[in-house]
């Protein structure tokens, strides 16, 4: 009998570890394949994070260089140096047309956000994701809207009420309607409202430029959070 019930007890010993065995193994495919997963969509992340830094370093170096440009125009309004009617011309251009940052979250959405499950394993990581796509780029799109309708727009709309217009290289105002663009921008540079347009363009620019570095800045440190999580993973 004693035989009988240890044989028993080592029968339901050896399907308990069965049964066990097989639901780790179970678990242990579905980990190695939420594994997978993830190293595939940090992968993506990271690379569509590389590319928008490129981005915000090229939208920062062009609002650098306008900087420059609106600082030699202000020293012209002044009278500390003289510029041409075709640089003139250019550098309210640069005022009006201006650069900004653009971004594509389609990789998040899809393989992170979207997926219905939990895919990046570390918190840290996946919040480091997150507050990019949530915090820092929504923040970014405020921060063209102030380019816009703040700077651009009203520069332009500043310039126009002074009486100003500006040539380009497919069609000329002044000479279809056989203007003086010299007299135009004497005239248009004497008005009150369109240097004080310009002073705040210039002052707001910095402001602006200020935000895109910081984005720069946050979006390499996250890239640096993935490499550090994928390198030990």
Same mark, same amino acid.
């Given at each position: 009998?004693?035989?009988?019930?240890?044989r028993?007890?080592?029968?339901?010993?050896?399907v308990?570890?069965?049964? /066990?065995g097989?639901?780790?193994s179970? #678990?242990?495919? =579905?980990?190695?394949?939420t594994?997978?997963?993830?190293? !595939? %969509?940090?992968k993506?992340?990271?690379?569509?994070?590389?590319?928008?830094?490129?981005?915000?370093?090229?939208?920062?170096?062009?609002?650098?260089?306008?900087?420059?440009?609106i600082s030699?125009?202000?020293k012209?309004i002044s009278?500390d140096?003289?510029?041409?009617d075709e640089?003139?011309?250019?550098?309210?251009?640069?005022?009006i047309?201006?650069?900004?940052?653009?971004?594509?979250?389609s990789?998040?959405e899809?393989?992170?956000?979207?997926?219905?499950k939990?895919i990046?394993?570390?918190?840290s990581?996946s919040?480091?994701?997150? /507050?990019?796509?949530?915090?820092?780029? #929504?923040?970014? =799109?405020?921060v063209?809207?102030?380019?816009?309708?703040? !700077? %651009?727009?009203?520069?332009?709309?500043?310039f126009?009420?002074?009486?100003?217009?500006?040539?380009?290289?497919r069609?000329?105002i002044?000479k279809?309607?056989?203007?003086?663009?010299?007299?135009?921008?004497?005239?248009a540079?004497k008005?009150?409202k369109?240097?004080t347009?310009?002073?705040?363009?210039?002052d707001?620019?910095?402001?602006?430029l200020?935000?895109y570095?910081?984005a720069?800045?946050?979006?390499?440190a996250?890239?640096g959070?993935?490499?550090?999580?994928?390198g030990?993973?």
């Open positions: 009998m004693n035989k009988l019930l240890t028993g007890g080592i029968e339901i010993i050896a308990f570890i069965g049964i /066990s097989g639901l780790w179970e #678990k242990q495919i =579905e980990l190695n394949k594994l997978k997963v993830e190293k !595939i %969509a940090l993506s992340i990271r690379d569509e994070f590389v590319s928008d830094s490129t981005k915000l370093f090229g939208t920062a170096s062009s609002i650098e260089n306008e900087q420059k440009e030699v125009f202000l012209h009278g140096t003289s510029l041409s640089k003139l011309n250019s550098l309210i251009f640069e005022m047309y201006f650069r900004y940052f653009t971004y594509d979250k990789v998040y899809s393989l992170i956000k979207g997926s219905g939990k990046i394993q570390n918190d990581v919040s480091s994701i997150s /507050s990019i796509y949530e915090a820092t780029y #929504k923040h970014l =799109e405020n063209f809207d102030m380019q816009k309708d703040l !700077i %651009a727009t009203r520069t332009y709309d500043a126009v009420e002074s009486g100003g217009y500006l040539d380009t290289k069609f000329s002044s279809s309607l056989d203007l003086n663009q010299n007299e135009m921008f004497s005239r540079l008005d009150k369109f240097i347009q310009v002073s705040f363009h210039y707001t620019n910095y402001f602006i200020n935000q570095k910081w720069l800045k946050e979006v390499k996250t890239i959070v993935i490499d550090n999580y994928l030990n993973s």
